[in-house]
């Protein structure tokens, strides 16, 4: 008997998904569709760049194409997977060949809004708006998503698939906190390598060889973050559990609050949210 979230994916033969963009970030959506039993001839792949087309074939066995028009071709479903300056050129070349067939289409443009993409590839177009991260290339990825009124219960269902395959999707319904998102774990594996690079540097500082500390520090953060997010607790009760009155982990935690450390990152946050939205604005200026 299939799980009620395998009953709510359509077959992964059913349905032919257009990448427009190989990156970094199609790759690992590729992937992940292929790991899930989706065949090669099911997925297409716009690249500009030969080498990357010669590596995504080599890899997927996924057809691959110069031509955006000519890759979208009878796709149910087309991915965005541009840089968001990148966007407005992308989607006048694909308002005219979208225009009949409204595929269902997903961005994971940082910034660009759903009424952006709307008045570029023209009215009557379901879409979903997709934060995903770059853990999803080692299939724990965290993705947000939000639709408008024209994707139905299927094509959200499709959307989902293709995002929950490289790892967590929490649908968002109101898309002003995409943004926020963003902030959070669009953007927030480069804090957490900033964080694990400081911690390798003080300990090298401290006395460790580099290559003991960087196993360490990695190897800390990894077992951490599997206690949150395979366990029921929450930050603050984990990081009370290992808190003794007094002890070392408390001495260390007590520099971090001198230092500002919350109020850091809640700035950090807010920069990285008011970026996103200065980008969406930056695509207006363009027209």
Known sequence: MPSNSESRIPSPESRTIAFVGGGNMARSLIGAQRARGVSAASI??????ADAREALAREFGVPVFVDNPEAVAGAECVVLAVKPQMMRKVCEG???????????????????????????????????RCMPNTPALVGAGAAGLCANHKVSTEQRALAESILDAAGIVRWIDDEAQMDTVT??????????????????????????????????AAQTCLGAGHMLADGDETAAELRRRVTSPH???????????????????????????RRGAEMSAELDSDA
């Open 247 to 273: 002890g070392t982990t408390a001495a260390a935690l007590d520099a971090f609050e001198q230092g500002g450390f919350r109020k850091l990152v809640e700035r950090a946050l807010a920069a990285a949210q």
């Open 183 to 216: 902030a959070l774990s669009g953007s927030g594996p480069a804090y957490f390598f900033l964080l694990v690079e400081a911690m390798e540097d003080a300990a090298v500082q401290l006395g460790l060889p580099r290559d003991t500390a960087r196993a360490l």
């Open 94 to 128: 694909l308002a005219g060949p979208l225009r009949k067939a409204h595929p269902l289409v997903i961005s994971i443009a940082a910034g660009i809004r759903i009424a952006q993409l709307e008045n570029l590839l023209g009215a009557g177009h379901a879409i979903v």
């Open 44 to 49: 297409r792949v716009a690249e500009p760049r």
